[in-house]
């Protein structure tokens, strides 16, 4: 069975950093999508970046362009999400979700977020104070 492991949330003042790590486990595929999102109290879930573990195809959305970045390790099926200059309006459970299908959707690197992830890890916890 897949398992996808976050870990990472915590508390931090505004400006401040955080790296948020989401480790899948169970996969047979040589390659596949792994993706944050994130959820704020009495909002809809965002979608907020995803990459390709084989580290050759990322996706950031516009609203954390600049101040968040994702990455792989090469042979590690984890995915690092960097959080610097975090304001409170980032304030969210973050979820990690991880497709090998989605992957190979057409406009997955334009889009990432329409596609369905079945994997799904427990949220972690970010919360930034003012």
């Known amino acids: 069975d897949v398992q996808l492991q976050a870990s990472g949330g915590g508390v931090v003042q505004n400006g401040g950093s955080l790296r948020l790590s989401c480790a899948a486990s169970?996969?047979?595929?040589?390659?596949?999508?792994m993706c944050w999102f994130r959820q704020a109290p009495g909002k809809e879930r965002e979608g907020v970046s995803c990459?390709?573990?084989?580290?050759?195809?990322?996706y950031v959305s516009d609203s954390v362009r600049g101040r968040f970045t994702i990455s792989t390790r090469i042979g590690e099926d984890t995915v690092y999400l960097q959080m610097n200059n975090l304001k409170p309006e980032d304030t969210a459970v973050y979820f990690c979700?991880?497709?090998?299908?989605?992957?190979?959707?057409?406009?997955?690197?334009?889009?990432?977020?329409?596609?369905?992830?079945?994997?799904w890890g427990q949220g972690t916890l970010v919360t930034v104070s003012s």
């Open positions: 979700a991880a497709s090998a299908s989605a992957l190979y959707g057409n406009n997955w690197d334009h889009d990432p977020f329409r596609y369905y992830y079945e994997h």
């Open positions: 169970g996969f047979t595929d040589d390659d596949f999508a």
């Open positions: 990459m390709s573990v084989s580290g050759g195809r990322q």
